[in-house]
Structure formats: C-alpha cells, structure tokens
C-alpha cells in the first residue's frame, strides 16, 4: 500500500495529519461517519465524521480527567449519568470507584460501543459491570424525560455538530439541573479554548446562567486540536478544593493524581482572562 494520509480539517488555515497504515472499519451509522484506522503514533483511532474522538497512546489523559476531579469533589457519588462517551473510557474511570452503585450511560448511537466493543477492549472493558447500565437513546430526550436523580452527570459528548449540537445549549443544561440531586455536579468537556473559543465561552454562560458555581480546569491533550483541552464543572453546592485527605486514590490512574487534582484549576492567564 502507498503511504496514506488522513486529513482532520479544523479550520480554513489549519489542518492535522495522520500517516495511516490500516483503515480496520468504515461505515455511515443513521447518526454520523465512524471510522476506525491504525495510526503510526497513535495507535488505533476511533474517528467521527472525520473528528478524531480517542488514540489508544493518550485517551488515558482526557477520560482520567473528565471524571475523577468532580468524583473527588463530590463527598459521595453513588449515582452517575454519562451522556455520550460511546466508547467507555469515562465508563471504566467512572466505575474505577467503589463507592459508585450506579452508573446509567446514554449514548445516541449503538455503532460507536459497538466499534469500541471489537477495537479498543482497554477502554470499551466495563460495559459488562454489574453497575452499568446503557441506553441506546438521545441523552438531550433522555434527560428532559427521565425521574431518575443522579450526584454526578458527566457529558462526554463530540464536538457540537450534528447530534452533539444540542449537548452544548442552555436548555439541555436546565434539563441536567433538574435530575441532579441537591448537591449534585455536571462536568462537560467545554472544548479547545484557543480554537473553539466561541462554543467555550457560550457553555460557560450558560452553565452560569443555570448553576450557581462554575468552574473551570483544563489539561493537555495531544490529539485533540492544539493540546490544552478545557472541562467546566457547575456545581450546586460543592466548590473544587484539595484533594481531600480522607480519601484514596483509586487503583489503574496514569496521570490523575493529588496535585493535578489542585493545578488542573490553576488555570494559564489567557484562559482567566477570557472568563
Ligand atoms: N472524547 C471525545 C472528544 O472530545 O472528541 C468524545 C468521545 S465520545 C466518542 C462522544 C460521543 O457522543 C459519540 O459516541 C457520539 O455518538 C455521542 N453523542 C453525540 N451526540 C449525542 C447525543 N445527543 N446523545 C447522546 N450521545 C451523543
């Protein structure tokens, strides 16, 4: 085979490429592109409508982090909703922790755990975990209709295009406020701050239009458009502080731990002034 480049286009001026040596899966789900393809520094790479999602070499970094902050700032979370996330790996942090009773993910299309079932089984491992439970359904309906109430609702969502778009609007948000128990967080993965500015800056308005406490932290994420990669939590009670003393930290990290805990919040000055 000639050697074979894919293209990620994120910008009219900007675009990443990826030397491929096997294309292992193509197919046009009722939702979106999937792809999966062998890379030659990344591992295998799960991509949607040409958006790389997860590499086997740093998915570690981004799923480690959009869970176990807000799981150490919550004293106790036993009920977790993941909307997205269809190939597991904030499932598998999530369930990481012993004290969780339930987690309840809602992931649009069934084709993404699938691909994550057959190619990535490090990160797709704990779909069989007695704890979790998976809807095959739109999480913006799922959250508008559900009684359930959970402590912790993390969205793990693409990036706000086609079915994802609306994961990134006020009104979903409203939804999330009302099925979170009392003290409850959400934490959303609020984008790349240097190239999706704008949708950054809108979630943090919304979720402050919402939740009485926004919060912000970030961290470097190789494969995903220019490396530092927010998350933005909105609390009802619960404010970021150390990593509490009374805790240990769960068994499997590679890059969570108590002092990435407290920096992760210490936020680079052209992010704080953008807020
Ligand atoms: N970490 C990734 C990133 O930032 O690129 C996100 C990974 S995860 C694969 C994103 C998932 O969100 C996809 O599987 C997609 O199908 C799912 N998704 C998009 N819109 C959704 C919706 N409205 N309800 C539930 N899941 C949705």
């Known amino acids: 085979m000639s050697e074979y480049w894919m293209e990620e286009k994120h910008t009219d001026?900007?675009?990443?490429?990826?030397?491929?040596?096997?294309?292992?899966?193509?197919?046009?789900?009722?939702?979106?592109?999937?792809?999966?393809?062998?890379?030659?520094?990344?591992?295998?790479?799960?991509i949607l409508d040409n958006a790389v999602q997860i590499t086997e070499k740093d998915e570690f970094i981004y799923h480690e982090m959009i869970v176990h902050p807000v799981m150490y700032i919550h004293p106790n979370p036993e009920k977790v909703l993941i909307i997205g996330g269809g190939d597991g790996g904030t499932l598998r942090e999530v369930l990481k922790h012993k004290r969780v009773k339930k987690a309840d993910m809602v992931e649009i299309d069934g084709k993404v755990v699938e691909a994550s079932k057959r190619f990535f089984p490090e990160v797709s491992c704990s779909f069989d975990d007695p704890r979790a439970n998976l809807f095959i359904e739109d999480g913006i309906k799922y959250v508008k209709e559900t009684k359930e109430k959970y402590?912790?609702?993390?969205?793990?969502?693409?990036?706000?295009v086609g079915p994802a778009v609306e994961l990134f609007g006020i009104d979903f948000y409203r939804d999330?406020?009302?099925?979170?128990?009392?003290?409850?967080?959400?934490?959303?993965?609020?984008?790349?701050?240097?190239?999706?500015?704008?949708?950054?800056?809108?979630?943090?308005?919304y979720l402050k239009q919402v939740f009485p406490m926004v919060y912000v932290y970030w961290a470097v994420c190789?494969?995903?458009?220019?490396?530092?990669?927010?998350?933005?939590?909105?609390?009802?009670?619960?404010?970021?502080d150390k990593f509490?003393?009374?805790?240990?930290?769960?068994?499997?990290?590679?890059?969570?731990?108590?002092?990435i805990h407290t920096a992760a919040f210490n936020l680079p000055r052209f992010i704080r002034e953008m807020l």
């Open 222 to 240: 190789p494969t995903y458009v220019s490396g530092p990669w927010t998350f933005t939590m909105a609390s009802k009670k619960y404010v970021p």
């Open 244 to 259: 509490p003393g009374d805790k240990e930290l769960v068994d499997g990290l590679k890059y969570y731990n108590e002092g």
């Open 176 to 205: 999330a406020y009302r099925i979170l128990n009392e003290d409850g967080i959400i934490v959303v993965q609020s984008e790349s701050p240097i190239f999706f500015k704008e949708t950054f800056l809108k979630v943090q308005s």
């Open 13 to 46: 001026g900007y675009r990443v490429s990826w030397k491929i040596t096997n294309i292992l899966h193509e197919e046009k789900t009722p939702f979106q592109e999937l792809a999966v393809v062998e890379t030659t520094e990344w591992g295998k790479a799960l």
């Open 151 to 160: 402590d912790i609702i993390i969205v793990d969502s693409s990036d706000p």
